[in-house]
């Protein structure tokens, strides 16, 4: 069963803007990371952000944390047309460092 | 090898036929999962295995599904008797484990075999 839900789950911008994707989940968690993935590809570890944490930077990504409200958001500055792919939240809800994944945010950057 | 590998990329099978996917993890990692993901929807696990021990089975979707790990590296999981609603992305993704001092559960994926059923 699907953990997360990100939320909207399209979104199209102008290189230079920013993205903004949210997700949820619905039980404890020990840390929360954001995958990336182009089309036709395996996905891509971005960032993870511990259940004790409430905001993390990775270049030009920031991650939040909410743990009350279980949910965590995913922005991406300055979107470059390279950005665009589909974004997922997976958190380790499952045990044994299975990942539990989101439906995804579709992200496309117009050049 | 450099990252996870897995073939084929592109597998057709015939309804009823048996296939087998290959999945090549990164040198000296110690878990290694499977995740089947439909179109247009994220990954779901189906198994996990740490060294050659299959840890946890418990999202294989039915008794067609089995996988293997027999000396601790490559695995492969084989589908019997295909039917359409197999079609799907099979991903496998390996990591260092997490019981390595200070390790981070990261995953990393492979492009993953896309398995069309007909």
């Known amino acids: 069963s699907q953990q997360g839900e990100e939320d909207p789950q399209a979104l199209s911008i102008q290189e230079g803007e920013n993205a903004t994707m949210n997700c949820s989940y619905k039980t404890s968690i020990n840390n929360l990371q954001w995958y990336r993935q182009n089309s036709g590809r395996g996905l891509v570890h971005l960032i993870l952000?511990?259940?004790?944490?409430r905001e993390k930077h990775s270049g030009r990504l920031r991650v939040t944390l909410d743990t009350s409200k279980k949910s965590s958001s995913l922005l991406i500055t300055a979107s470059r047309a390279a950005d665009t792919a589909s974004y997922f939240c997976a958190t380790d809800a499952g045990g044994n460092n299975r990942l539990a994944f989101g439906k995804g945010n579709q992200v496309v950057v117009i050049p | 090898g450099a990252g996870v590998s897995q073939s084929p990329r592109y597998k057709v099978a015939k309804r009823g036929q048996d296939v087998a996917l290959r999945c090549d993890p990164i040198?000296?990692?110690?878990?290694l999962f499977w995740y089947q993901q439909a179109l247009g929807q994220g990954p779901e696990f189906l198994t996990y295995f740490q060294n050659e021990a299959q840890l946890d089975k418990s999202g294989l979707p039915s008794d067609r599904f089995f996988a293997e790990r027999p000396e601790g590296s490559v695995s492969t999981l084989k589908i019997q008797r295909t039917q359409q609603e197999d079609s799907a992305v099979y991903l496998c993704?390996?990591?260092?484990?997490?019981?390595?001092?200070?390790?981070?559960?990261?995953?990393?994926f492979g492009a993953g075999t896309r398995l069309s059923v007909l």
């Open positions: 040198s000296g990692h110690v878990s």
């Open positions: 993704a390996s990591s260092l484990g997490a019981w390595y001092r200070d390790s981070l559960p990261i995953q990393y």
């Open positions: 952000i511990r259940s004790n944490e």
